[in-house]
């Protein structure tokens, strides 16, 4: 920013001239309900290892704003268009059965190809998109409407009510398919369904967090969480947990520093999966010396 | 364990020993355009043990998955408690074949076995209600119970990628048995067990059995550490099934007839089988390389 504030070493006060603004109220209150939707929906994609598929997700964002632009409709709308079409694909192309988790990465890599091979397309149709191309990166987290916060509580509380409807089943397959399957959950269902959850999320939060960052939450805070319990419900709260910590730590050391947002919160996702990476190393270690 | 009246009677199953459980009549099965096996008459009653056996590719594994309503038939008949298997899934405990989990998946055994239980639920798992925490209570304690019955108290709340792949089968066993089935399908429970696990495994299998009245299909490769326990064989071989009592079928002169040629069985002074001459993967439909 450009006012440059000075951070002092009384938090109070430095937390309480940042919530002055209503720009970074947004912004916290934007930050907040990405982080949660993106700790519950990437727990279960870290679970599912489906982070490539999320990844691809994130990706479609590119042919989705650029063909919305071509198209003259709200850039909200293509990208869910493109999410929402990408994950139907996967998830129709994706085999059911023991590695099919491994199996699917050949059609999500033609997904993606296709996916940007379509935005080049439209952004060469359509050159006026290209100034919005950081944006489109690294998101607008400092220009968030209210009206967006809106959309944003709306969208997180449909892909949480729905995930929340489909929790335990959906851990089933995720961890056990075969099992599952025998026992009449409908697998290949819960997999398009989680697939169209992911793409709904990634969707809804890369308008504001930027195609780079939302990968940052969906992925960072679920793995570390993951590494430190295997306990399904304590993983959950854990990764919630990281991931508000992640973005509000972001938010509020970008607001006092040149550099952008999106990078402190990616910094700080990193830094926290590596610690933790490295704690767990040596404390096994520690116990078999 | 001890548990309230009529809050008992979702975990318990129905039914009394000798009733038929599982009819298979005429039954044959065509995958990839060809006959795995043809004309298998096969009736299961409750209480008894019966183990399938038969060369790699004879189709046991797929005779499995066709009593779970996994794989259609393509003539015949089957028949589970009187129904379709489709609608009697959750009467069924069934542990898949060769199933292990790799060192990365982060869940615990006991929320495995929790999930054999639970896991086709719909909704979040909130107790509100004294009912609902009372329930809750009776299935923490069944699965606790379960987890000890197949002895695998010791490392139940470790991740399981984390452990053996006998350790991993007895949790896996536990799991199949959690819902108290009527029906107990094990494709190759002993597969990764040493000897003396080989012997106790297939000790509790044949007292859930004969306890609880539970019709248990063994599959697997060696009969002789079953032979204490067994009631009745089912031999598969070049697509034709034949069933009796061990000493009537596993015999050189019904072995030789089932594999169209000359087998000899052995037995030795302790007992135990050695069945020699029978060609290696015998193929009734020959192999496509
Ligand atoms: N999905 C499938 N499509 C086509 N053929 C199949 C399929 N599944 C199994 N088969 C074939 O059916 C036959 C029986 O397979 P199955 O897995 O039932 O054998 P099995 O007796 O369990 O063998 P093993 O002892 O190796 O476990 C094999 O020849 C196999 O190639
Ligand atoms: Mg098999």
Same mark, same amino acid.
């Given at each position: 920013m450009s006012v440059g504030p000075t951070f002092s070493l009384d938090l109070v006060s430095d937390v309480r001239e940042l919530l002055a603004f209503p720009f970074m109220v947004n912004a916290l209150q934007a930050a907040s309900i990405v982080a949660v939707l993106a700790a519950v929906v990437g727990w279960y994609m870290v679970l599912r290892r489906q982070s490539f598929a999320g990844h691809t997700l994130s990706v479609m964002a590119f042919p989705g704003a650029t063909g919305a632009a071509l198209a003259g409709l709200p850039t909200a709308v293509g990208y869910y268009l493109a999410c929402g079409l990408a994950a139907l694909a996967i998830g129709r192309t994706g085999h059911s059965g023991r590695r099919r988790f491994a199996t699917e990465s050949a059609a999500i890599g033609t997904v993606q190809a296709t996916g940007l091979a379509l935005g080049f397309l439209f952004l060469s149709l359509n050159r006026s998109v290209l100034g919005g191309m950081e944006t489109f990166l690294f998101g607008t987290f400092l220009g968030v409407s209210h009206d967006q916060v809106l959309t944003l509580l709306v969208v997180a509380v449909l892909a949480l009510g729905a995930v929340a409807a489909i929790g335990r089943p959906l851990l089933f397959a995720s961890v056990d398919p075969e099992v599952a399957l025998a026992r009449g959950v409908p697998v290949a269902l819960l997999d398009v369904s989680f697939l169209l959850i992911l793409g709904l999320a990634v969707a809804a939060t890369s308008q504001i967090t930027g195609v780079l960052l939302v990968f940052t939450l969906l992925v960072a805070p679920p793995a570390a969480a993951q590494l430190i319990t295997a306990q399904p419900v304590a993983g959950l709260l854990l990764s919630v947990a990281f991931a508000l910590a992640v973005a509000w730590l972001g938010l509020g050391v970008a607001y006092f520093s040149i550099y952008p947002v999106g990078f402190w919160i990616t910094m700080f996702a990193f830094g926290l999966y590596v610690s933790v990476r490295i704690g767990r190393w040596a404390l096994a270690r520690r116990r078999r010396p | 364990m001890t548990v309230p009246a009529g809050t008992a009677v979702t975990l318990e199953s129905g039914g009394r020993s000798g009733d038929v459980a599982v009819a298979l009549r005429g039954a044959a099965v065509t995958l990839g355009g060809q006959t795995v096996f043809s004309n298998v008459d096969l009736e299961v009653r409750r209480g008894e043990f019966v183990a399938v056996l038969g060369p790699n590719g004879a189709g046991k594994s797929t005779l499995m998955r066709t009593i779970l309503g996994l794989v259609p038939l393509s003539a015949g008949s089957v028949r589970v408690l009187g129904h379709e298997p489709s609608e009697t899934r959750s009467e069924i405990g069934y542990l898949p074949q060769r199933r292990s989990f790799d060192s990365e998946t982060r869940i615990r055994g006991v929320d495995l076995v929790r999930l054999g239980l639970e896991g086709g639920r719909w909704g979040l798992p909130l107790a509100v209600t004294a009912g609902a925490r009372a329930r809750r209570r009776i299935e923490r304690e069944r699965v606790e119970e379960v987890i000890s019955l197949a002895g695998a108290a010791a490392y139940a709340t470790r991740p399981i990628g984390e452990l053996s792949g006998g350790e991993q089968q007895r949790l896996l066993i536990a799991q199949a048995l959690v819902r108290r089935p009527a029906v107990l399908i094990l &494709?190759?429970? =002993? &597969?990764? =067990?040493d000897l003396p696990n080989q012997a106790i495994v297939a000790a509790l299998v044949q007292r859930v059995c004969a306890v609880q009245g539970v019709a248990v299909l063994l599959v697997a490769h060696d009969v002789n550490p079953l032979l204490g326990y067994l009631d009745r064989v089912i031999y598969l071989a070049g697509g034709k099934a034949l069933a009796g009592p061990v000493q009537e079928v596993i015999t050189g002169p019904k072995l030789s007839e089932l594999y169209g040629a000359r087998i000899e069985v052995l037995r030795t002074s302790d007992g135990r089988l050695v069945v020699v001459g029978s060609p290696e993967a015998p193929h009734h439909h020959g192999h496509r390389h």
């Open positions: - | &494709d190759e429970p =002993l &597969d990764s =067990l």
